[in-house]
């Protein structure tokens, strides 16, 4: 799970899923770079032309939300803490490295997982976003 590769300046991220059908998988992972596809949501599928699955269309919402969280240099040391204090919180957890950690919630979560990023990143001075562009 998360394993990014760079081809032809295009960058790809790998995401775990199962196949449902010929053309549809369900995603069983945390997208730490990719925008737009959350943790259970059933997605569209094509076989590249370098041969792996590449999504193409969200079908169904899986019901959860993403965040990412951007701890820096100065908070690194603190992604063990952030992570464990987070999935209490009732968030599955991907540790991208020290730095770069995304969390999923259930949507109906969403709002208050906001409210602890906007307060823990005052406290700890770190950066956050939402796992669709548009979305804080």
């Known amino acids: ?28 992972a945390v997208p730490t770079h990719v925008y737009g596809i959350h943790y259970g949501d059933t997605v569209g599928v094509v ?3 370098e041969g792996p699955q590449v999504i193409t ?4 919402r899986g019901g959860y939300t993403t965040f ?4 820096g240099d100065e908070c690194a040391r603190t992604w063990k803490k952030l992570t464990e204090t987070y999935a209490q919180r009732g968030c599955l957890v991907d540790v991208w490295s020290e ?18 990023l906007e307060r823990d990143a ?3 001075s770190f ?10």
């Open 122 to 124: 005052g406290e700890l």
């Open 1 to 28: 799970m998360g394993h990014l590769a760079e081809a032809n300046g295009t960058l790809w991220e790998a995401l775990n899923a199962t196949m449902i059908g010929d053309d549809t998988a369900r995603v069983w």
């Open 68 to 71: 990412r969280v951007w701890l």
């Open 57 to 60: 269309k969200v079908i169904a």
């Open 127 to 136: 950066e956050w976003e939402m796992g669709s562009l548009g979305e804080k």
């Open 47 to 49: 076989a590249s032309a």
């Open 99 to 116: 730095r770069l950690v995304a969390l999923a919630c259930a949507d109906e979560l969403s709002r208050d997982i906001r409210n602890h």
